[in-house]
């Protein structure tokens, strides 16, 4: 199908960090924005800032995500505004051959976007990154001048904000640049139908291509099954050793913290073959094992394993508000969902509150990211509600003061049926009901809109305005 190649390089940003992409033609600017926001460290719908706008002027277009802006271009004689999700990319692209791209006018980031060349060849349905170097800037850091003094102090371990810097980065998703992480997370910016009749590939896996990597090759496939290895080290067969990795990853996102005593009995009830503290020891001193988790953002400390969720906590504060509290625990095939970190129980609630915001004639790949936003928020330990509803109405667009009404009740009915960390996996209405706790589920009164709204906070309407600006007037 008809394809893109674009070079995308920060404008500004040393040491220079660019990045090789192709796309299928019918992109939406919305779509484009995804496409970079994947390949940069740059995360607009996974932060707490409303205000992680784009924009991109071309054409006498001014084509943008920020209500408030194009709500003030409305009578400009020289500039149109436009949503993103309503123009395409192709004539512009191919008559420009380059476009600027604004993202985060707080920051200031410029991505020049060059057209490199057009294709027939390409046949997914979802963009692939081609190349690529340098590590994109985290959210928030402070624009181009302020990445270049964040290199600095994580460059030097004895600056005195060296600690300060870690533990700030450790909160934000700036990850290292890599191409294959990057690709997994793009084949779900898919607007386009993969013509497989056209690609080498075998059971959709594929073996050769001029823009995607093999995932395996003829000769790699097995004729038939073969037999589990037992390890020399462990005595554990390869397929025990992948569950128990899921075991710690579903534990600690849904507990944030436990002890492998717990993991070795919570695994042993639920499967056949038992293992012991001393295999599950010998598993741990693997350099391959631990750089797992490690990737996964779990700390193994003595015998406690520490979640993501965790980053930043005193550990014993955690202990001191969970001990006296039960752990849920669900079924094998529930539990272990949660070993993805991006893995929400998809209670009614959360469905009713999808069709709210599908009333509301939004994109579904809009919903979704508004959705796992929200439910990120919620699921974080001790979440601000009015924080996390404020960033939902942000991200939904100005809305009427009688559709925040039906809203909130329906999104305080959805934090009521999240699994908490500091209820160590129960939700606040599991919590309430079994009376082991003072938490009490969230109503109406207490988690409205117009209460407890800080005048420099986001305003909850969606405006885009801080709330001393908007309705706090």
């Known amino acids: 199908m008809k394809s893109y190649i674009l070079k995308l390089t920060m404008v ?83 008559s420009n051959k380059e476009l600027l791209y604004h993202y985060d006018f707080g920051d200031g980031w410029r991505i020049l976007i060059e057209l490199e060349d057009i294709v027939e060849d390409y046949h997914f349905g979802f963009p692939t990154l081609l190349d690529g ?45 890599d191409k294959n992480t990057i690709n997994n997370i793009l084949k779900h910016v898919k607007y386009k139908k993969t013509e497989w009749d056209k690609i080498n590939h075998v059971n959709y896996m594929i073996v050769s291509d001029p823009y995607r990597d093999s995932d395996v090759s003829v000769e790699q496939i097995p004729a038939k ?34 002890q492998s005593e717990q993991v070795i009995w919570l695994y042993n009830q639920q499967n056949n073959e038992p293992i012991t503290m001393e295999q599950l020891q010998q598993l741990l001193s693997s350099t391959e094992f631990s750089s797992k988790l490690k990737k996964e953002e779990i700390l193994f400390k003595d015998t406690v394993f520490l979640g993501p969720k965790l980053v930043g906590i005193v550990p014993e504060e955690f202990v001191r508000e969970t001990i006296n509290k039960p752990y849920y625990q669900p079924a094998r095939e529930q539990l272990l969902r949660y070993a993805d970190l991006g893995y929400f129980d ?23 990211r508004m959705l796992h936003t929200f439910m990120s928020g919620l699921s974080m330990w001790h979440a601000n509600f009015m924080e996390v509803i404020g960033r939902l109405m942000a991200q939904a667009g100005p ?16 934090a009521n049926a999240v699994r908490l960390i500091e209820n160590r996996g129960h939700t606040p209405q599991e919590m309430f009901e079994l009376e082991r706790t003072d938490l009490k589920p969230l109503t109406e009164r207490s988690a409205s ?21 908007c309705c706090g007037r």
């Open 133 to 177: 170097d340098g590590n994109a800037p985290p959210e928030d850091v402070g624009g181009p001048p302020g990445f270049e003094s964040f290199l600095a102090i994580m460059d030097n371990p004895k600056h005195p904000e060296f600690d300060h810097m870690t533990q700030w980065v450790a909160q934000t998703r700036y990850k290292d640049y």
């Open 399 to 414: 809305l009427s003061e009688e559709r925040v009404k039906r809203i909130v009740p329906v999104a305080i009915n959805v």
């Open 346 to 368: 998809g209670t009614p609630e959360l469905r009713q509150l999808e069709k709210l915001f599908q009333k509301e004639n939004l994109p579904q790949i809009q919903i979704d």
């Open 12 to 94: 500004d940003v040393v040491p220079s960090v660019w990045r090789s992409v192709i796309m299928p033609a019918g992109a939406t600017f919305n779509r484009l924005h995804e496409m970079i926001q994947h390949v940069t460290n740059f995360e607009s719908y996974m932060t707490d800032n409303p205000y992680h706008f784009f924009e991109v002027e071309v054409d006498g277009l001014c084509i943008t995500d920020n209500p408030v802006q194009r709500e003030e271009l409305k009578n400009s004689k020289t500039v149109t505004p436009k949503l993103p999700s309503r123009v395409k990319i192709d004539k512009h692209l191919e």
């Open 449 to 469: 809109p117009g209460v407890k709204v800080g005048r420099n906070d986001p305003c909850p309407c969606g405006s885009g305005k801080k709330y001393k600006k």
């Open 225 to 258: 099954p073969k037999k589990p290895k037992k390890t020399v080290e462990t005595g554990l067969s390869d397929q025990q050793q992948q569950d128990i990795e899921l075991y710690i990853r579903s534990m600690t996102r849904l507990y944030g913290m436990i």
